[in-house]
Nanobody
Framework: QVQLVESGGGLVQAGGSLRLSCAASGRTFSSYVVGWFRQAPGKEREFVAGIRWSGGTTNYADSVKGRFTISRDNAKNTVYLQMNSMKPEDTAVYYC???????????????????WGQGTQVTVSS
């Protein structure tokens, strides 16, 4: 079983940047898919970006393409979400999630991920 801990959230002005980190303990990410999701008040949890640890295949939600970048650091067993050109509508709690058995591509539905972090708040002011 893997434990996930997010960090890096905070308050930023529109147009600014933040980098979120998702660190894994208990097991390495080597055979996992790792995704970032977000949930704003009153809304459903939505997929933001994901990466296959082996091979590095990525997938992004249309709303963040060109602004957000997901990456991984093998040595640190950590996944990052670099968020640039941020907008007020990016405000949400951001969650890191992991799936150990997905064979092809990057899943985008929350129910396809077994392991979740506790979340980190991101607030973008206008």
């Amino acid at each position: 079983q893997v434990q996930l801990v997010e960090s890096g959230g905070g308050l930023v002005q529109a147009g600014g940047s933040l980098r979120l980190s998702c660190a894994a303990s208990g097991r390495t990410f080597s055979s996992y898919v790792v995704g970032w999701f977000r949930q704003a008040p009153g809304k459903e949890r939505e997929f933001v970006a994901g990466i296959r640890w082996s091979g590095g295949t990525t997938n992004y939600a249309d709303s963040v393409k060109g602004r957000f970048t997901i990456s991984r650091d093998n040595a640190k067993n950590t996944v990052y979400l670099q968020m640039n050109s941020m907008k007020p509508e990016d405000t949400a709690v951001y969650y890191c999630a992991a799936n150990s058995g997905w064979r092809v591509g990057v899943p985008t539905r929350p129910r396809e991920y077994a392991y979740w972090g506790q979340g980190t708040q991101v607030t973008v002011s206008s």
